[in-house]
């Protein structure tokens, strides 16, 4: 199976993806297959805080006409943000593609999460993640959510993490523990790894990130139908995906 991945959005997490899945398919002794095609984390920002589906769903339908055309088999979109387009995508997309919400949706109900504290950009706080986790109620920062989006975004464009922004986020998630009663809080910017990566909060994570990757190596191994492709059927009930 080869992977057609929409990366540079933005490039830490698209560096991060590719580590993972070389990491987990060498693991799971499965060959990998993978083509990376860079989007524009400007535009996708622009679009989302807009909410033009219509737009961002023709930006990243001709890269996967672009990833086709490399040969890919299944696709794979390396920003959260960038799912708030998925549905429309999913209907005109030349490849099937695998959702991270689906797979986040399906292990919260597995694992009996309930309530889920989210951290990550401007559109996917004030959305709740653009509405597309349905097994799960989500919570958001009580204290200045477009400040914590805002603080992410800064991550996610440069590559980098200050002191500072660290402490900002992870109180962030502390908060929403506290006060809003979360079971966990879902890592729902794929860039979060530059703050939370080898770090103990003093609260449970969820990487979105390692759940997304952790479904294309299972679906590689299990070599399905891919145009009746659903990512929940690759959230491993069996897999543990909490940092504490």
Request: hydrophobic share 45%; proline share 5%; glycine share 10%.
């Amino acid at each position: 199976m080869h992977i057609g991945l929409i990366g540079g959005i933005g490039p830490a997490a698209t560096v991060a993806y590719y580590q993972r899945l070389v990491d987990v398919f060498g693991q799971a002794d499965v060959p990998l297959q993978l083509t990376i095609q860079h989007a524009d984390i400007t535009t996708l920002t622009e679009n989302a805080d807009r909410m033009d589906i219509d737009a961002q769903t023709d930006v990243f339908a001709a890269h996967i006409k672009s990833l086709k055309g490399a040969g890919c088999d299944i696709i794979g979109i390396t920003a959260l943000t960038g799912h708030f387009c998925i549905p429309m995508l999913q209907a005109v997309s030349s490849l099937p593609i695998l959702s991270a919400t689906d797979a986040i949706d399906t292990y919260c109900a597995q694992k009996g999460i309930a309530r889920l504290g989210l951290l990550g950009s401007p559109s996917v706080l004030k959305s709740r993640l653009f509405g597309l986790l349905h097994e799960v109620k989500t919570v958001v920062p009580d204290e200045d959510p477009e400040g914590v989006g805002r603080t992410y975004m800064e991550i996610a464009t440069k590559g980098a993490c200050t002191t500072h922004q660290a402490d900002l986020l992870i109180a962030a998630g502390a908060q929403m523990m506290r006060a809003q009663q979360a079971d966990a809080i879902l890592l729902a910017g794929t860039d979060l790894g530059l703050v939370f990566d080898g770090l103990d909060p003093g609260y449970p994570t969820i990487d979105a990130l390692r759940l997304h990757v952790d479904a294309f190596v299972e679906a590689a191994a299990d070599k399905p139908n891919l145009m009746g492709l659903n990512a929940s059927a690759w959230a491993s009930p069996d897999t543990e995906y909490f940092d504490r």
